[in-house]
């Protein structure tokens, strides 16, 4: 197949351009030449050696859209040059956890661009079951944007968000933000935002947000206030900190629902009031990635325009600027998301 570029990250911290093979095609896989990538969460993460270090050195990248370069043999609903978004998340598709569209518990599951190379490079080979058509004419920088947005959809279902539900989301970086309108989207009110910083706070606010705090002595006060003094129906965790995951079980209202979101390091945990959570019969559920329904979902929201989406497309780095758009990504808070142009 020839080579191809990749940026490989050979150590944490430290990309390298690579002149790598292109990988080969299984029968029921195909080629996707890539357009964009964006940077996730958990990109930086890997970046950082907090999460997946072991798998390196590693092509990170799994936000991604493309077109069909290459179609396996056995492939028959997919077409060359087709541009297409793809799920990420690759299962056995027969066990117990595949048929229930959980495939992150399937036991042989692997992730593109986490377990397995991914899309910071020229060619991703992907399951043909896994490619996604996208709409023609939408444009590829909110391509790139729909496993983020599959993410959000997902928690929402997870979380039965319903209509007038009062709602906190603590974090108000990308995937906060994310969460923000996809709670407005399900008809939550109020949605309240906490983060230190004030301009994630403002573009929350933009987004669709009811208030934003960035006092974090009155994050508690600001949602009593907001709830009748009850408390939140809702506290999504979107940041990853054991002590906000505290926080979430404080700001519930008796009966109310902490959805585990962001992630943390493997070891750090969280006390759970036992008594309290079995008397007031309030629940948690662990949420992370899209899969399934909720890409194609995710698809259609962006492409009817049900995201603001301003603030995700700005800042877009070439492929041989990777080590440059990682370096800088903590001076720049007002980029709520960067993509790679790859192609």
């Not at 129906?233 to 902490?258: N, Q």
Request: proline share 5%; with cysteine.
């Amino acid at each position: 197949m020839g080579k191809m570029l990749a940026a490989v990250l050979v150590e944490p911290k430290r990309f390298e351009l690579q002149r790598v093979e292109i990988p080969s095609v299984g029968r029921d896989e195909v080629l996707i030449r890539v357009t964009r990538t964006g940077v996730c969460g958990t990109d930086v993460h890997i970046f950082n050696g907090h999460y997946a270090a072991d798998r390196l050195p590693l092509v990170p990248g799994h936000e991604f859209c493309g077109t069909v370069a290459v179609i396996g043999q056995d492939v028959r609903h997919l077409t060359e040059g087709q541009a297409v978004v793809a799920d990420i998340n690759i299962g056995c598709g027969t066990c117990y956890w595949c048929r229930r569209n959980e495939v992150l518990n399937c036991p042989t599951m692997t992730q593109i661009g986490i377990g397995r190379d991914g899309a910071f490079a020229e060619y991703v080979v992907v399951p043909a079951r896994l490619a996604i058509p996208v709409p023609e004419g939408m444009p590829a920088e909110l391509q790139v944007l729909v496993e983020p947005v599959a993410c959000v959809v997902r928690a929402a279902r997870k979380a039965r968000v319903g209509f007038g539900q009062s709602a906190v989301v603590l974090g108000a970086g990308p995937i906060g933000n994310l969460h923000v309108q996809m709670l407005r989207l399900c008809g939550a009110a109020p949605i309240i935002v906490a983060d230190l910083n004030r301009d994630r706070c403002r573009m929350a606010l933009e987004a669709g947000a009811d208030a934003a705090v960035s006092d974090p002595s009155q994050v508690k006060a600001d949602v009593l206030a907001r709830t009748g003094g009850r408390g939140a129906d809702l506290v999504i965790e979107s940041v990853g900190s054991p002590r906000l995951y505290a926080l979430a079980f404080e700001l519930i209202r008796k009966g109310g629902h902490v959805a585990f979101f962001g992630i943390t390091g493997p070891a750090e945990t969280v006390p759970v009031d036992i008594l309290r959570t079995v008397l007031e019969e309030n629940s948690l559920k662990g949420s992370v990635a899209g899969m399934g329904e909720d890409m194609h979902d995710a698809l259609t929201l962006l492409a009817h325009g049900r995201f603001h989406t301003g603030a995700f497309t700005g800042a877009t780095y070439a492929l041989d600027e990777i080590q440059t758009a990682f370096d800088t990504l903590g001076e720049r808070p007002s980029d709520l998301k960067t993509q790679i142009r790859i192609a």
